[in-house]
């Protein structure tokens, strides 16, 4: 079986993140990882923070340096480093990871931090994967209709995500596919979940057809029984 993290910042372009690219996906090559998914901020305050502002291909150009480093290095380790963006809207404080996407798609698609949820969601239903990251940690009402799955165990150290409200409303609603991550910013926050497939997994896009289709495994061993709760549930 493969391990892949899905959630995972770098210090060159997330401004919370404090391990170099590189360093991050040598960390994970040696706790036996196949790949992992560069998921970095992006929303109006980090924009707003560069020079670029209010030219978006010269701060897309920016944000993909943590991951092209990573990129790179996982080229030289044999490691699938996927792309991915944990997006934020003006309207509220949560946060959307986003998969079945490249490098180009974020550039065509200028200034998509000044939408509303609803608004991305109806545009990019059919496009895109958009899974709730650690919904319940800075809200109390997740517009789950707005998403196709949600995060049920995020295992930052630092953040009370409130895992078991999110379970609560993945067991409301089965239809909504259901993903883990370590989500790390720092040392130490690296390894501590996974999803498990029987195939690599190559770019974004393959990401999305493996979690559309239910081909993976969830792995944390912190949120165990999580994981044994969320297979019990039957994906309509």
Known sequence: MYRYELHLHTMETSRCGHVRAADQVR?????????????????????????CHDDWKACMDRYLYGYRLARKEGEQLGMDIIFGVELRFPE????????????NWLYQHPFITEMDHQSF?????DEVLIIHAHPYRNND?????CVHGLEV????PRHDSRNELALALAKANPHLFRTVGSDAHRKGDEGRSAILTEVRIPDSYALKDIITS???TLWCP???YILKECEAISHV
């Open 121 to 125: 969601f109806d545009r990019f239903k």
């Open 141 to 145: 009402t997740v517009f789950y209709d």
């Open 92 to 103: 509220n404080e949560s946060d959307y990871l986003i998969f079945g996407i490249d490098e």
């Open 27 to 51: 960390t994970y090559h040696g706790l036996g990882y196949q790949g992992l998914c560069v998921t970095d901020h992006l929303h109006r305050e980090y924009l707003s923070l560069m020079d």
């Open 222 to 224: 912190e949120y165990e």
């Open 214 to 216: 239910g081909a993976y």
């Open 153 to 156: 165990a995020n295992c930052n």
